[in-house]
T-cell receptor, first 113, second 113 residues
Framework: EDKVVQSPLSLVVHEGDTVTLNCSYE??????LLWYKQEKKAPTFLFML????IEKKSGRLSSILDKKELFSILNITATQTGDSAVYLC?????????????FGKGTHLIIQP | NAGVTQTPKFQVLKTGQSMTLQCAQD?????MYWYRQDPGMGLRLIYY???????DKGEVPNGYNVSRLNKREFSLRLESAAPSQTSVYFC????????????FGQGTRLTVV
């Protein structure tokens, strides 16, 4: 059974801090790992990491994938109150869309002014 | 371009009542999914459809049925609602033939009393 574990489950930091969110996984025939941000509505896509793309960056957010150690991290630098959200990690096994995405429980991030 | 559209957005049911959640996508995607989200649980896959005419069970299928009416539409039916089915339901779609993000609908908040 595919498994995705995120840590920490919740995190409170002050505006301007840097945070690192963790995602470890156990999946047969890994295909891709995705990060989403969720703010009280539908998840919004941040990054997708595959064997051919193990590092992504967009503004203050960046993510890396370690396929050997089976984990990914999401970094947010110079955090802002607008970064407060639940961050979800999801993993896809080969078989493409047929098997869906397995999600972790999420990290609830709170940025205090 | 509407993306993924879910109806209704909110619903209150009495125990034992039935209802159907509707989902439609206009992106010509092959794969469609139904997830439920409960506090602290991330998203859990209920059913998925890899292509028109096919459906398969996910992690938590008990108490639900689905229909892939055509390539655009994927409905989720609760035949006899139970309080344990109180949740937020998300429909999602992906092309299915290559690793990509999943596109989510805005969700349906269902309460069973």
């Amino acid at each position: 059974e595919d498994k995705v574990v995120q840590s920490p489950l919740s995190l409170v930091v002050h505006e301007g801090d840097t945070v690192t969110l963790n995602c470890s996984y156990e999946v047969t025939n890994f295909r891709s790992l995705l990060w989403y941000k969720q703010e009280k509505k539908a998840p919004t896509f941040l990054f997708m990491l595959t064997s051919s793309g193990i590092e992504k960056k967009s503004g203050r957010l960046s993510s890396i994938l370690d396929k050997k150690e089976l984990f990914s991290i999401l970094n947010i630098t110079a955090t802002q109150t607008g970064d407060s959200a639940v961050y979800l990690c999801a993993v896809e096994a080969s078989g493409g869309g047929a098997d869906g995405l397995t999600f972790g429980k999420g990290t609830h991030l709170i940025i205090q002014p | 371009n509407a993306g993924v559209t879910q109806t209704p957005k909110f619903q209150v049911l009495k125990t034992g009542q039935s209802m159907t959640l509707q989902c439609a996508q206009d992106m010509n995607h092959n794969s469609m999914y139904w997830y439920r989200q409960d506090p602290g649980m991330g998203l859990r896959l209920i059913y998925y459809s890899a292509s028109e005419g096919t459906t398969d069970k996910g992690e938590v299928p008990n108490g639900y049925n689905v229909s892939r009416l055509n390539k655009r539409e994927f409905s989720l039916r609760l035949e006899s609602a139970a309080p344990s089915q109180t949740s937020v339901y998300f429909c999602a779609s992906r092309p299915g033939w290559t690793p990509t993000e999943a596109f989510f609908g805005q969700g349906t908040r269902l309460t069973v009393v």
